[in-house]
């Protein structure tokens, strides 16, 4: 019985090795990437967009794949959150260097009765000149907004064309397979905008 139960535990110990052994054969998985910006992984919504970009050239998701795309919902006359955030991803681009030629930032105007392709044209670019600016009608942009969940309201109306529009104000990055991945809040710093792209440019 002594004997029986040395073996026994001979076997068993004997089991763990081969365990331990063919666990470390085994290919490590890689770390979930962090980030600092919201990740929205694997969210239903913001799927694709049709869209007229300054040019007058007609864009989609698909237009862009291979490169990081962040998209963000504004217009020409806001007083400050727009500039802001255009000159911080300008920033962010900048402490990419090369890297940022695999980025395209888009702004989607959300005042489309006064942000005309001439007006997006000079506006957009000012910022980066890679950066695009897109348009489309007002029925159609209800409902991409509806896709985003983007909300967006004119305010402090003083006449026809004189007025403001609450909207919102985060940033949609995508990945360079067209994968929706974070939402950047407003006011999140040039640097660090530049370590979230880095992060999805080095996931290629």
Do not use: W
């Not at 942000?115 to 695009?132: G, I, K, Q, S, Y």
Request: glycine share 6%; aromatic share 10%; with cysteine.
């Amino acid at each position: 019985m002594i004997a029986g139960a040395k073996l026994s535990r001979s076997v068993a110990a004997a089991g763990a090795a081969l365990s331990l052994l063919f666990a470390g054969c085994q290919p490590a998985s890689p770390p979930e990437p962090t980030f600092l910006a919201t990740d929205i992984t694997g969210a239903a919504f913001a799927r694709d967009f049709s869209l007229t970009d300054h040019n007058g050239q007609i864009r989609t998701l698909a237009d862009f794949r291979g490169q990081v795309v962040a998209i963000f919902f504004g217009y020409t006359h806001c007083p400050d959150v727009c500039p802001t955030t255009l000159a911080d991803f300008a920033a962010a681009l900048q402490q990419l260097g090369d890297r940022a030629e695999r980025v395209q930032v888009l702004f989607v105007t959300v005042d489309p009765q006064r942000d005309t392709p001439e007006m997006l044209r000079e506006f957009v670019p000012a910022f980066n000149p890679t950066f695009l600016g897109m348009h489309t009608d007002a029925d159609s942009l209800k409902k991409l907004a509806q896709e985003y969940k983007v909300v967006y309201e004119k305010s402090s109306v003083r006449g026809p064309d004189d007025y403001l529009i609450d909207h919102s104000a985060g940033t949609f990055v995508y990945d360079v397979r067209g994968q929706l991945r974070l939402l950047v809040p407003y006011g999140s710093d040039a640097a660090s905008i530049a370590q979230d792209l880095a992060t999805l440019l080095s996931e290629s």
